[in-house]
């Protein structure tokens, strides 16, 4: 595959992760870190990229994103697959997309109610934006990218060069555990899940011969390179994009003042720096996000369709692209309740699928290693998911606290299925040597 295709391709990566929340989550990391920026930003990127990026190139490795469940049972399998593209496809992840183009990207510039109209709008350009799919690298990577990267470096150098007031002292746990602060914040974007779901868009456009000029890639080999070229320039582009958005954080202290989420940091600050105009910069910005992800989410969710339950593609296209519009205007803090907790339990799950595949070829043979894993990783990611909803009875938290590893930092299933990996690589191995034995003893 050509370097230009590369870049088209990485591009359209970037851009397809770079949802609202990664633009406005950042800023508010940096006025609570405030001269400790650099070490939770350090922290934030190690998760917030560096597992995105990790699980993206084991896809690659494997050549195809169902591989990565491929030693599971086939309803266990199935419904890892089925439950993630629902719940970050139309269930959440997409009508939360529009709503928040809407209340950043319209609200503050009307004074009735047009989320209805706003929304069937952005449904139907979704709708025919993933209908193109031999064209969305031209459309995303070729053209929407490059002019939203244009507009958050006008942003950035902006701060950099103008800041609107020095940084202040850090607050709360980043006084004096910024890094460590930094890693759970990263965590809990959950951009992690969203890779193994991108995984199927972007693995299969590599290996489209149309995309690639008739120069398609073939090979296992041919493709995990090009797929590692691609993840470097998402991570590079994702990265300053975090950097800058935590640093317009970090220097808005003066104009932040009782902010509690970062979208409101960002529209005061870029308010106080362009006026009016900067405003619609930033609803530019956020509705352009919002578009790339919605796009890239409702051909993840279509392509698995189709190739796992052999339903159309347009079918699966146009009734997704229904029910986000449905939902987003039903009420999404019902769907909230139902959905996010679906998504707090397979993020740990998903991220111990890419470690165990990372160490262990995924197939029929290796069952036991990867059952194992999984069952225990969803056991204690529940008793996250239940931290995380306020659900654990308060006698209960200093028990958990005391005894289980991380639980604080809402990871307390990482340690149990690194151990429980290690287990049953060592049991396995024991076993075969044990076959081995017998086998020789026999032939004797």
């Known amino acids: 595959m050509n370097k230009h295709n590369t870049l088209a391709i990485g591009l359209m990566t970037f851009a397809m992760f770079l949802g609202a929340g990664n633009i406005i989550f950042p800023p508010l990391l940096g006025l609570q870190a405030g001269t400790h920026y650099l070490p939770a930003m350090l922290g934030f990127l190690i998760t917030a990229v560096g597992l995105p990026a990790l ?25 890892f697959w089925v439950l993630l593209f629902t719940a970050i496809g139309p269930a959440f992840g997409m009508p939360r997309a529009v709503t928040v183009a809407y209340e950043m990207g319209i609200a503050p510039f009307t004074n009735g109610d047009l989320l209805l109209p706003f929304s069937l709008i952005f449904v139907a350009v979704t709708l025919l934006l993933a209908f193109q799919r031999g064209k969305l690298v031209d459309y995303i990577g070729k053209v929407m990218t490059p002019l939203l990267v244009l507009l958050l470096a006008v942003l950035a150098v902006t701060a950099f060069v103008a800041p609107v007031s020095p940084m ?46 008739n120069k398609g890639v073939s090979s296992r080999g041919a493709l995990f390179s090009s797929t590692v070229k691609v993840t470097l320039i998402y991570a590079v582009l994702m990265s300053a994009c975090y950097l800058a958005m935590g640093y317009v954080g970090a ?20 308010a106080s720096l362009f006026g009016i105009y900067g405003q619609y910069l930033l609803a530019v910005i956020i509705i352009m996000a ?10 993840a969710c279509a392509e698995y369709y189709q190739q796992t339950f052999n339903t159309p593609f347009s079918v699966t ?32 799950v998903a991220i111990a699928l890419v470690i165990t595949a990372l160490v262990v070829k995924p197939s029929p043979f290796q069952r036991p290693i990867f059952v194992a894993t999984v069952s225990v990783t969803l056991v204690f990611g529940t008793i996250d998911t239940l931290h995380i909803l306020g659900l654990i ?29 290690l287990f049953s690589l060592l049991a396995n191995a024991s076993l075969a040597r044990r076959e081995k034995t017998v086998t020789t003893t026999s032939a004797k």
């Open 55 to 79: 699980t993206l190139v084991v896809l690659g490795r494997l050549s195809h994103s169902q591989q990565l469940t491929a030693a599971l049972p086939k309803p266990m399998a199935t419904g």
């Open 168 to 213: 202040t002292l850090p607050s709360g746990d980043y006084q004096h555990q910024a890094v460590t602060q930094g890693l759970i914040q990263g965590y809990m974007t959950m951009d992690a899940i969203a890779a193994v779901g991108f995984g199927w868009v972007i693995i299969k456009t590599i290996q489209d011969k149309s995309v690639s000029q």
């Open 251 to 270: 220097t808005s202290s003066a104009v932040a003042s009782g902010a509690t989420n970062g979208g409101e940091i960002l529209t005061n600050y870029v």
């Open 290 to 299: 919002c578009l790339t992800t919605t796009v890239g989410l409702t051909n």
């Open 317 to 348: 296209t146009v009734i997704v692209c229904a029910l986000t519009g449905l939902i987003a205007n039903f009420g999404l803090d019902q769907i909230l309740e139902i959905s996010l907790p679906v998504i707090l339990v397979l993020c740990p």
């Open 393 to 421: 009875p308060t006698q209960w938290e200093a028990v958990l606290s005391d005894f289980m590893p991380l639980y604080a930092a809402h990871a307390s299933w990482l340690l149990p299925c690194l151990t429980t990996l």
